[in-house]
């Protein structure tokens, strides 16, 4: 298959130099801050769907954001780390919680795995919002986390919008290499066999719980760096960051996207990234129209909006071979 | 159902049958070999090592392979897809090689692909490589089920009722491609209700009923043998 | 510690409970006959409460007959939601999770634009305090248990002895049975989600004069449901009464020792144990 390497590249590349070139477009401050975001939820939203692919609703996943804003926020006001170490340390912190987590919680499927890391991510929540109030800053949450200071080496200040969107950028661009990389290798080939047919794969000399907790660490990572760089670009932090409410929004963006691909979450977050915006307007409104979005894809269009243009190739091409036939039929007939 | 007496061996380059009335426990213990049910009593040993109470996956990289009877598959994926991830167990490198991509991942992804396009052909799917799975009619299905089993290189392959569903003619192609497979130095034991199929290709035959085994030898040993008679009359004709 | 103080907080984790294994009675009915885990549960129970403002408190009718109309009316948007979202996604568990999230932010959004985000008091309906045996309990609260306790009860005879009732235990244990037997399928869905709504509908409106109404106020009580039904099973009636006891014990007794922002981590620590040593639960099958 000969396009077979070339599609991921494609498509990574269109996306860093979409990324890279959007400052020549605008300058705007609130823009480059929604990009920032997107840019962190894109992070974020493709680790969940590797997750999604194995069958897992992981609804801890924010929880390992939170995990990495916490321990770099502390480690750069308490110990005086710079900022340059504590968004390594965070996000090795955050996998190795996910080793601990992910052990447990993926001892059980299905809805039973929705709920347990539901509460996991609410016992998260709670003990950053209620226990050791001295450390974590109780109900009141964090405030003063300083900006990361200038890059070590090159000497370049990182505080600006500008150039806390680059650094969130590459975040990002790094962490789809890894996420498109697996996905065209046989790590993802398999992941989705998981959801498919889980012991057909185990029969098949896949190890389901090593695949599926490989899946849960690596989405954990990203998001504990993910959770380090949100800290220091927002300066304060609160539990309720890491709650239900932005977990759904990033499973919204999944699964509207679409979870049979790693493109889906990509189209997903950039659209309703873009469409939340002009939502935000209309106040309460915006949670209908999303809800209601919500409601009807995962009625009328399931796979999401990345597996539509397939659909309809199928349909298409359905067609053309019932015409097909039925001009033969045509022919023949008596 | 439970078996509560078996003992049994396989001899390698064989084909072993397993029959017996329904419910006689076949299905378990084609579910205790590779795993995928715990045992309880006894132990079961492949190649001289035990493997009981390893897992699934674990079970296959020693090297037996099993179909299911529902013929399941991965049915979101095309049939080439299916064959290709069969054949992890030689194949399968780590997270880390999938991500660096290195000489020996390609190179082993490479003969994967090889070994799947290879399989295919001898089965006839070649012409339907490209098709979604679950869309197939139940014949292909049938032998995709067996090229995803071949595909892991096992030396031991569990057969679920492979001819199941099938006509007359595909049944005999599919005991022409046993016998083939035997040719090539390759361990079949076989679940199946067509006992024409079963006498006609199998070396030896294990006959269970209500979780016991009442009788084991060369089909013409078994088709003779009283107590298997009288387990399957018994249970079509109990006023005779 | 003195006895009647432990009493005291056992009796208090319980009466609140026995509301909460309304609400999880409701979601488990649901996930039993249709095999959905419906997110949006919060919804109808703040729904309940919502048409106790209007109708006791704005409209002035008696209290217990208001109680009729909320479950009513809740077990009719029930209906509603079944025909025309549910009945599509009967056994796709995952898919109907999120459809049910939606349907969460548009119950929500909807309730925030109709009646506005403040909280509304509604009135006691009962007054005065309750003593007995060294413990007190005020008389609303009073009324309220016993009044859940009722409704249970009424469920489980529903259930055991009407024809309705043993239909919908058909499907919940095995539908393509119940269906060979001529059980009307779509009318037990329906039926069954209705029935789960109303209940919840039920509790909202008995938690209304006690804690105030507010259309987020179906959050904490669906939190509670799910930590009940996974302690008791999914699914299984009996285990969302021992799973609202037990958790109406350990929340009761926790609340001597600490805040009651911590005593909440204590329903999901439950939660986990539960998943990990028993995932279906004490009574779940």
Not at chain 2, 45 to 62: D, Y
Not at chain 2, 170 to 183: F, H, Q, S, V
Not at chain 3, 19 to 29: D, F, I, K, P, R
Not at chain 3, 175 to 190: P, W, Y
């Amino acid at each position: 298959m000969p396009s077979a390497a070339a599609r991921p590249a494609v498509g990574f590349a269109l996306l860093a130099l979409a990324g890279l070139a959007l400052p020549l477009f605008t300058r705007d401050a609130y823009h480059l801050d929604v990009a920032t975001t997107m840019a962190m939820n894109l992070s974020l939203t493709m680790g969940l769907r590797l997750q999604m692919s194995t069958g897992q609703i992981n609804m801890a996943h924010i929880s390992f954001m939170g995990i990495g804003a916490y321990t770099s926020a502390l480690l750069v006001t308490r110990v005086g780390l710079s900022f340059w170490a504590t968004l390594w340390i965070a996000a090795g912190v955050a996998a190795a919680c996910a080793v601990l987590i992910g052990s447990l919680a993926l001892r059980v499927s299905g809805p039973y795995y929705f709920l347990i890391s539901f509460a996991f991510s609410e016992v998260v929540r709670l003990f950053f919002n209620n226990f050791f109030e001295d450390l974590f800053g109780g109900p009141s949450g964090l405030v003063g986390i300083p900006k990361p200071t200038p890059l070590p080496g090159l000497g370049l200040a990182v505080e600006g919008k500008l150039e806390l969107y680059y650094l969130m950028l590459v975040l990002f661009l790094l962490a789809a290499v890894v996420f498109i990389r697996l996905e065209y290798s046989r790590f993802g080939l398999v992941a989705s066999t998981i959801r498919q047919a889980d012991l057909l794969a185990e029969t098949l000399g896949v190890n389901v719980f090593r695949h599926k907790l490989a899946t849960f660490v690596l989405g954990s990572l990203v998001a504990g760096l993910a959770g380090a760089f949100f800290v220091h670009s927002h300066q304060v932090l609160h539990s309720s960051d890491f709650g239900l409410e932005p977990m759904v929004l990033l499973v919204v963006f999944t699964v509207i996207g679409g979870t049979g691909s790693v493109w889906g979450p990509v189209v997903g977050t950039i659209l309703l990234g873009v469409a939340v915006e002009f939502l935000r307007q209309l106040g309460h409104y915006e949670t209908l129209v999303l809800g209601g979005v919500l409601m009807l894809t995962m009625l009328f269009a399931p796979e999401g909006l990345i597996a539509l243009p397939g659909k309809v190739a199928r349909r298409v091409r359905h067609r053309r071979t019932r015409k097909a036939a039925t001009a033969v039929g045509v022919g023949l007939a008596p | 159902m439970a078996v509560s007496d078996l003992s049994m061996s396989v001899i390698k380059g064989t084909i072993h049958g397993l029959i017996g009335p329904n419910g006689a426990g076949k299905s378990t213990v084609f579910n205790l070999i590779p795993g995928v049910l715990p045992l309880t009593q006894g132990e079961i040993r492949f190649k001289g090592e035990r493997i009981s109470g390893l897992r699934p996956s674990e079970v296959c990289r020693r090297g037996i392979a099993r179909t299911f009877q529902a013929t399941t598959l991965f049915r979101e994926y095309t049939v080439f897809q299916n064959v290709l991830v069969a054949a992890h167990r030689l194949a399968a490198p780590g997270l880390g090689s999938a991500l660096v991509w290195s000489r020996t991942y390609r190179g082993r992804e490479q003969a994967a692909r090889e070994r799947a396009r290879t399989l295919l052909a001898a089965l006839n799917l070649a012409a339907v490589a490209d098709e979604v799975a679950g869309s197939l009619p139940h014949r292909d299905q049938k032998a995709l089920v067996l090229a995803m089993a071949l595909a892991t290189g096992a030396e031991l392959v569990i057969l679920d009722e492979p001819m199941a569903g099938l006509a007359a003619q595909e049944k005999d192609a599919t005991t022409e491609a046993l016998r083939g497979l035997r040719r090539e130095g390759l361990t079949i034991l076989l679940v199946e209700h067509d006992m024409r199929a079963v006498m006609g290709v199998c070396d030896t035959i294990t006959v269970l009923d209500h979780g016991v085994r009442i009788a084991e030898g060369t089909p013409r040993e078994i088709q003779e043998n009283p107590a298997v008679i009288e387990a399957y009359l018994g249970v079509e004709d109990p006023g005779a | 510690m003195s006895i009647d103080l432990l009493v005291q907080a056992l009796l208090n984790g319980f009466g609140l409970a026995m509301v909460y294994v309304l609400v999880a009675l409701g979601l488990t009915l649901i996930f039993s006959i249709l095999e959905v885990i419906n997110f949006a549960h919060g919804e109808f129970y703040m729904l309940g409460g919502y048409v106790t403002y209007y109708v006791f408190a704005v409209f002035g009718l008696n209290y217990f007959a208001t109680l009729g109309v909320a479950i009513m009316v809740v077990g009719l948007a029930g209906v509603v939601a079944e025909r025309l979202v549910f009945r599509h996604l009967r056994h796709k568990t995952l898919n109907a999770f999120i459809v049910s999230l939606g349907l969460l932010w548009v119950l929500q959004a909807s309730a925030q634009l109709s009646f506005g985000v403040l909280d509304k008091p509604v009135p006691s309906a009962f007054s005065g305090i309750v003593r007995g045996f060294g413990v007190i309990m005020s008389m609303e609260r009073l009324v309220v248990t016993l009044s859940a306790i009722v409704l249970i009860v009424a469920l489980y005879l529903f259930l055991k002895w009407s024809g309705p009732g043993r239909a919908m235990r058909a499907v919940a244990q095995d539908a393509d049975a119940a269906a060979l037997q001529g059980v009307n399928i779509e009318l037990v869905s329906a039926l069954g989600f209705g029935i789960g709504c109303a209940l919840a509908g039920g509790a909202g409106a008995l938690l209304a004069p006690v804690f105030a109404v507010s259309p987020a106020m179906g959050a904490l009580p669906v939190v509670k449901a799910f930590i009940i039904i996974i302690v008791g099973g999914m699914g299984s009636l009996p285990g969302a009464v021992l799973g609202g006891l037990l958790l109406g014990c350990v929340e009761g007794i926790g609340s001597l020792f600490m805040g009651s922002a911590a005593v909440n981590v204590l329903g999901f620590l439950m939660v986990i144990v539960v998943l990990l040593v028993r995932p279906r639960g004490l009574l779940g099958a």
